[in-house]
Each structure stands twice: as structure tokens, then as C-alpha cells.
């Protein structure tokens, strides 16, 4: 299932933008209770006023709560980032730390944020389990664990470490656009022969392409878009 959704989605990849571990960090953890795209506005203005932990530790709150208002909870947001810069200045000379043990011990940052920040910034292997990354786990029956950690240690057992980054990856991509929480794809999903999930969303190949989301809508304006045939085929094949 992995290696079809690989070939599936093989330009999948972190959807936040950042040049450093730094803007990585706090951009993950910016986007807890909002969308990749919504942080991804605001980060550009908040990374050229503070560049670094120091810039962030000293920001003046009232500036930065305005900056960060866009991806809500942004008073809570506020304090993690200061206290973030805070503690990379204290602790790591204000670097971020390459190791996850190192990582969970920051304020705002968890598996999940650490296991991104591992995978994409220091091309250390990492399973991130977002919303999304459990849901298809249980439903491709990888795992029956509620719990985060529980599922990344199931899953990990299941998938070499050298391709749990990509993993996440793929299954992400495959969450936001094909498998939905409510309304899944299912006709238009290209494991659906291997899912034992078949048929908890729309089978019908038409009407599954018109759920799709992002780049795989039919008719979506970027080179990644699929034609409604070719989406209606892949639900048949």
C-alpha cells in the first residue's frame, strides 16, 4: 500500500515552507489549529523580523501576537515561540538540537513536531503521526492505536526507518486529498483493491473525483492536476 501511494504522490513533501531548522520548528509549531497554507503567509514576515532564537526570545509580544493572530490561538502561539527562542539561547546556543529527546523538552514541541523537524530539516528519519496519519493507518488496518505514540511505534514496526520522512509524507498527502475524515474518495483512491476501508466513502468513480482535494481536483490549476478520465480510471483500476 505504502509503495502504490509512493509512486502515487512521488512529490510528496513538507508543505510548510522554511530555509533553516529554526523557521521548521516554529513554523510545526505554528500550525497546530490551521492550515500549512495559513502559516505558510505569515511565516515570511515573521522569519525577516526575527531571524533567529535571540530575535524571537526578545520579541516585543504585542508586535508578535499581531503577526501571529492569523493562525489563531495566537496568545498561546506567542508564548511558545518566545519561550522556544528563550530556550535554544539557554540551552543550545540557539541552535535547534538534532535529536528528538533534546526536542520534546522545548516548549510546544512534541513527537510530532520533533519527528518533523528530524525528518525534513536534518533528513533524520522520523514518523509524523498528524490527524491525518492515524486516521489511514486504522483504516488501512496498519494499527487499531488511538494513541500518537502507540501508532508511530506500530507503524515503524511495520515500514523500514529509512522510509518513515517519506512515509508521512505520502500518507498526509493521501489524507488531504483523497482519504477525508467525513467523506472519503474511495472510488477514486488509487489502493482501493488493497483497502480493507473500501466502501466507507463514495465509490462511484465520478462522483469520488469531484471530492478530491488540492492539486488532485479535476480541472486544478497546477501542473499537478488530473484529468476527471484519468482520476475516474484510477478508481477502477
Known amino acids: 500500500m505504502y509503495r502504490e501511494l509512493h509512486e502515487h504522490y512521488p512529490y510528496a513533501h513538507c508543505e510548510l515552507d ?13 500550525s497546530a489549529q490551521t492550515t500549512d497554507v495559513m502559516v505558510n503567509k505569515v511565516t515570511p514576515q515573521l522569519f525577516a ?21 492569523p493562525t489563531g490561538f495566537f496568545r498561546a502561539k506567542t508564548n511558545s515561540v518566545m519561550k522556544l527562542g528563550a530556550e535554544l539561547v539557554e540551552r543550545f546556543d540557539g541552535e535547534v538540537p538534532p535529536r528528538l529527546d533534546d526536542l ?3 516548549p510546544g514541541v512534541g513527537r510530532k513536531t520533533a519527528n518533523v523537524v528530524l525528518g525534513n530539516a536534518f533528513g533524520i528519519p522520523g514518523i509524523t503521526v498528524d490527524t491525518h496519519f492515524g486516521r489511514l493507518a486504522r483504516r488501512f488496518g496498519w494499527t487499531a492505536e488511538e494513541d500518537p505514540v502507540k501508532v508511530e511505534a506500530a507503524v515503524g514496526a511495520l515500514i523500514p526507518r529509512k522510509d518513515w520522512t517519506m512515509l508521512s509524507h505520502v500518507l498526509i498527502f493521501h489524507g488531504r486529498r483523497t482519504c477525508h475524515a467525513k467523506k472519503p474518495a474511495c472510488g477514486a483512491c488509487p489502493i482501493a483493491r488493497l483497502c480493507p476501508s473500501y466502501g466507507t466513502g463514495e465509490t462511484d468513480p465520478v462522483k469520488a473525483a469531484k471530492l478530491l482535494k488540492f492539486e488532485l481536483a479535476p480541472g486544478a490549476d497546477n501542473p499537478y492536476a488530473a484529468p476527471v478520465a484519468d482520476v475516474v480510471e484510477a478508481g477502477r483500476a
Open 49 to 69: 523580523q526575527y531571524p533567529d532564537a535571540a530575535a524571537l526570545a526578545g520579541a516585543d509580544r504585542e508586535a508578535l501576537e499581531a503577526l501571529l493572530k
Open 18 to 30: 522554511f530555509d533553516n531548522p529554526l523557521q521548521l520548528l516554529v513554523a510545526t509549531v505554528l
Open 104 to 106: 520534546v523538552t522545548l
